[in-house]
């Protein structure tokens, strides 16, 4: 029920523009990795973080889907440029919005994503305290 | 004909269920109700209808009747008789009767078999259940009705999706979902204990085999599907924070969360309202999953607000059910007496940390979960993925496996760290030592790092608890919990290595190439095509060879389905003790060469093989507390019989 839901809507969204298409790769870097082991693991790295836009929750590292394989290939291609991954996740969220990045970034939009944790981690420490510290107050008293 | 049948019995067991829910809550009040003799009749029967209902849908999808719109639309004459049989729980209606078949089930057990509680408080939970239960079969027969025939009648079906031809995931549903309907019958048990005031460790006692049912079953569902995904959708992921992970994994959560504050309730009388609180996040959460999956709000909230009818009946009941359960939660939470104290240093004090942290966890996810849905009805587009979850669940996640370590191994109510002093030095010694040499020896993240070395750790402390216990005579819920907890280790070891260690290598090859990836030598030696029921495919057949020792073969699929058309990848695996390796085969390029995708990953099997020893440690616990309960029964009534026999005697 997990998984297949998602990937359903997927298959049902790209088999048939997939069987449709000819078998060509849709750019040379989309399924090829690079020489420099260093650069292809920054770029492997940088690929799990980044949203395929035409599946559902997919990462472009993990999806057969045309766009996936352009994306893969702009990545290698600016990482083997000399380009940061820093850069290329920038460069990819000036052209296609922050959905793209899996990272989110502090912003007046995902402010509540970093603060919540933090109040549930002084809310966690609050009630282990009173729960756990009084008790033991009242034990040795 | 059959297909009458079975909508006929569901309708039944509606009434039936509002029978007993009217029985049930009159039945619960002081003094009882006349017709709350009918509850556990009215129960089983529900069970009995409701099993013919889904009996009469799979049996039009096995006969392929194509005049029941379900069957035409997702099933074809041609697929295999195993899928045809699953793909009636593969889709919206059939799997939501699924649900409710589950629900009556279980309620027609409990009404059958528990005669533990007070009489009031069993009418209370046979009431909530059938509450809960009503509100699904008008979801069911208003808005999802399995049975809808279909005229004119279709030559043949639509099919079923080709990643679902699978014999993994036919079972993934039903298993997922013993595991959301149990912790509705711990739900309800929990608003029997409120409405009648008898949070006592025997509702724990009672509650606790549904709650462990429920983990157990969430638990091989989760395996499951990671394990799915893993070799189905041929990239090699076993895991992606998406939603629709996240929406069984939160009901796993708060179901760990509610078995440990349930074994303090049983064992202590600690941690009342906790407990039932927890009873109610933890159905709560199995109902927002169903509500994220089922809605299609995931595919995109806009969607979802254009075609919102069966999103805002699910909502709706969502809300009704939740928002009850809370404001009974309220007024009721103040009667129930703080139960037993305990020191900081105790078995409780432990588990109340893990209670914490296990649910700090779940607000995490839950909060990741929804967030992007909320900002998306605004129209802003934000993604929450591993970069966020990984490193925030981890801060309460390693703190969690400390306390896992040691919890187990103080006494409850008080104890001293003297006590336990050498087996929390030996585990930390190990910890330690896992920690430079992995350090010294490689170079990886540090996320990995702690995991690999928290690892070793938690595998040696979990099994502390049975040194100096003689192993024949140890209760079967202490192996249950060493077990489980040895899981845990097994799979962060799994989880942690394949992190760090894996390997890949994607290349375009011909027949005859050879490619290197970590220890394998791979060959392709040809490719071929060939053809099975109901798809074709281009095979390829490599041989392969570990450290240069004898040659495999291994033959990766890029499959091709017909009905309905679809495309999928049926990677090769090879299993070693140490690893797998993955070949999975893609597409042609322009010069005729095959594309290949290739990974090693060292230990990634350990991922599963440890949520399996997770769900078998559940399975020895409950095994040990349905045997113990047996027992105690047993005796109950012997001692019974012979007191008559002996007020018998003395009357004589």
């Known amino acids: 029920m997990m998984r297949w839901r998602l990937a359903l809507l997927a298959a049902m969204a790209f088999t048939l523009p997939a069987a449709a298409q000819d078998r060509m790769p849709p750019a040379p870097y989309a399924y090829t990795q690079l020489d420099d082991p260093t650069k292809e693991q920054q770029a492997r790295e940088l690929m799990h973080t980044l949203r395929c836009l035409k599946c559902q929750s997919q990462s472009i590292a993990d999806s057969d889907a045309p766009m996936a394989g352009d994306m893969r290939h702009q990545v290698r291609t600016r990482i083997a440029a000399g380009e940061s991954p820093k850069e290329v996740r920038a460069w990819l969220v000036s052209r296609y919005g922050d959905y793209v990045s899996y990272e989110p970034q502090v912003s007046s939009t995902t402010w509540p994503l970093f603060v919540l944790p933090l109040v549930l981690l002084l809310l966690a420490g609050t009630i282990l305290f009173r729960r756990l510290g009084a008790r033991t107050r009242e034990d040795s008293a | 004909m059959i297909a009458e049948i079975g909508l006929a019995a569901l309708w039944l067991a509606a009434a039936l269920a509002v029978l007993q829910l009217l029985g049930g809550f009159l039945g619960a009040r002081e003094g009882g109700s006349a017709i709350s003799v009918l509850v556990r009749p009215a129960a089983v029967l529900q069970a009995g209808l409701c099993a013919v209902s889904f009996g009469a849908l799979v049996y039009a999808f096995a006969v392929t ?21 699953s793909g009636a729980w ?63 009648v279709p030559a043949d079906g639509n099919g079923l999706n080709p990643l679902l031809q699978d014999m993994g995931v036919s079972f993934h549903p039903p298993t997922l979902y013993i595991g959301y309907v149990g912790l509705s019958v711990a739900f309800s048990f929990a608003v029997g204990a409120l409405l009648t005031r008898n949070v006592t460790p025997e509702f724990a006692r009672v509650m606790r085999p549904w709650v462990l049912v429920s983990w157990i079953f969430l638990t091989i569902g989760i395996v499951a599907g990671s394990y799915w995904a893993y070799y189905e959708l041929g990239w090699g992921g076993w895991w992606f924070w998406d939603p629709v992970e996240n929406a069984s994994l939160m009901p796993w959560l708060a179901a760990t969360a509610l078995l440990h504050s349930a074994s303090v309730l049983a064992a202590r009388d600690a941690l009342r309202t906790w407990t039932i609180m927890l009873g109610v996040i933890a159905f709560s959460m199995s109902m927002l999953g169903t509500f994220l999956v089922r809605s299609g709000i995931l595919t995109s909230v806009h969607a979802f607000a254009v075609d919102p009818e069966r999103g805002s009946f699910i909502l709706a009941l969502l809300a009704l059910y939740i928002g009850g359960a809370l404001v009974l939660f309220a007024l009721r ?66 703190p969690m496996l400390l306390i896992l370590a040691v919890g187990p191994l103080l006494r409850w109510r008080k104890d001293s760290f003297d006590r336990i002093k050498w087996p929390v030095i030996i585990a930390g010694v190990a910890t330690l030592a896992a920690l430079t040499a992995v350090a010294a020896f490689s170079e990886i993240g540090l996320l990995p790092l702690l995991g690999l070395a928290m690892a070793v750790g938690v595998a040696i402390a979990s099994f502390m608890p049975l040194k100096g216990r003689n192993l024949l005579r140890t209760p079967l819920p202490v192996w249950g919990m060493c077990v489980a907890h040895f899981g845990i280790a ?94 999975a085969l893609g597409n042609m390029a322009e010069d005729g060469r095959w594309q290949l995708r290739l990974w090693w990953k ?9 949520g399996l020893l997770i769900a078998l440690g559940g399975a020895l616990s409950l095994l040990g507390r349905v045997v113990g309960d047996v027992r105690r029964r047993r005796t109950e009534v012997r001692d019974e019989t012979r007191r008559a026999e002996e007020a018998e005697l003395a009357r004589a």
């Open chain 2, 65 to 85: 009747d194509l005049s029941v719109k379900l069957v035409a639309t997702h099933s074809h004459s041609m697929k295999p008789l195993a899928f045809k049989l």
């Open chain 2, 90 to 152: 593969a889709n919206h209606e059939g799997s939501m009767l699924l649900w409710i078949t589950v629900m009556a089930l279980s309620g027609g057990l409990i009404a059958l078999i528990e005669r533990r509680l007070p009489d009031r408080m069993m009418m209370a939970t046979l009431g909530a259940q059938a509450c809960v239960a009503v509100g699904f079969y008008l979801f069911i027969l208003l808005s999802s009705n399995p049975f809808e025939r279909l005229s004119p």
């Open chain 2, 333 to 398: 939470a103040n009667t129930i007496a703080e139960g037993e104290r305990f020191s900081l240093l105790s078995r409780e004090g432990a588990l109340v940390v893990n209670n914490v942290g296990l649910s700090a966890i779940l607000g995490i996810v839950l909060l990741g979960t929804l967030y992007p849905l909320l900002t998306e009805a605004f129209d802003v587009r934000v993604s929450v993925g591993p970069p966020y979850f990984n490193p925030v669940s981890a801060i309460f996640f390693l």
């Open chain 2, 490 to 583: 097994v799979a962060l070891f799994g989880v942690a290595a394949d992190t760090a260690y894996q390997q890949e290598r994607l290349v375009a090859a011909s027949a005859g190439d050879v490619v290197e990836i970590g220890p394998w030598q791979a060959t392709l030696t040809s490719i071929s095509p060939v053809a099975g029921p109901n798809w074709t495919a281009m095979q390829g057949d490599l041989l392969v060879s570990y450290e240069s020792g004898p040659q495999q073969d291994v033959h990766p699929q890029a499959r091709s389905f017909w009905a309905p058309p679809g495309e999928t990848s049926e990677v090769a695996l090879l299993t070693r003790w140490n690893g797998q390796l993955y070949v």
């Open chain 2, 602 to 610: 060292p230990f990634v099997t350990y991922i599963w093989y440890g």
